[in-house]
């Protein structure tokens, strides 16, 4: 999942922040959702829909591969 949330400490105007560039911090976490998003659609193709829940609609800490 991904979300959008004020910057702490800050009040910026909320359509800046939404159509503002991302950070570097922000770019890692959208490269692993990404990563996660191709790994899930991979193993629906191979394995189907029920094997890829089971293995990824888990929390974070204990999620496979």
Same mark, same amino acid.
């Given at each position: 999942?991904? %979300?959008?949330?004020?910057?702490? %400490?800050?009040?910026?105007?909320?359509?800046?922040?939404?159509?503002?560039?991302?950070?570097?911090?922000?770019?890692?976490?959208?490269?692993?959702?990404?990563?996660?998003?191709? %790994?899930?659609?991979?193993?629906?193709?191979?394995?189907?829909?029920?094997?890829?829940?089971?293995?990824?609609?888990?929390?974070?800490?204990?999620?496979?591969?």
């Amino acid at each position: 999942r991904l %979300g959008i949330g004020a910057k702490s %400490g800050e009040a910026p105007s909320l359509r800046d922040y939404v159509l503002g560039d991302f950070s570097r911090a922000e770019m890692k976490e959208i490269d692993a959702a990404l990563e996660k998003a191709v %790994g899930a659609v991979e193993r629906i193709l191979e394995y189907g829909p029920a094997a890829a829940m089971n293995v990824y609609n888990v929390k974070s800490d204990k999620l496979e591969e």
